[in-house]
């Protein structure tokens, strides 16, 4: 059953992180303001990532380290915790405003 939840959590990861670093292309700029809001308000009231919590039945376990460190690399957590949270959610907001804004 432990298979079962992990695949789920893990195909629920991937898909929502497709969509939304697709969203610039097919969402308006102002939701995808709302949802880097919404995340930032899920790792502040819920203490970190929900998905990654039902995945990994743990939070010190991130979605991105554990696939990385499978994968050879050795991130260093608090580098990697930066740029998930504030470097990629503000790329991807300048990209939403540079494709759908006109100057």
Known sequence: MKD?????????HIVLLAAWYASPFYLDW????????????????AKGCLLTRGQFGKENEGFYYHYL??????????????VLDYIIPGAMIILAIALQVKL
């Open 4 to 12: 079962f939840r992990y695949y789920s959590f893990l195909f629920l």
């Open 30 to 45: 102002r939701i995808v303001i709302a949802t880097v809001v919404l995340y930032h308000l899920q790792i502040y009231l």
């Open 69 to 82: 460190r499978r994968l050879g690399f050795n991130p260093n957590k608090r580098w990697l915790a930066f």
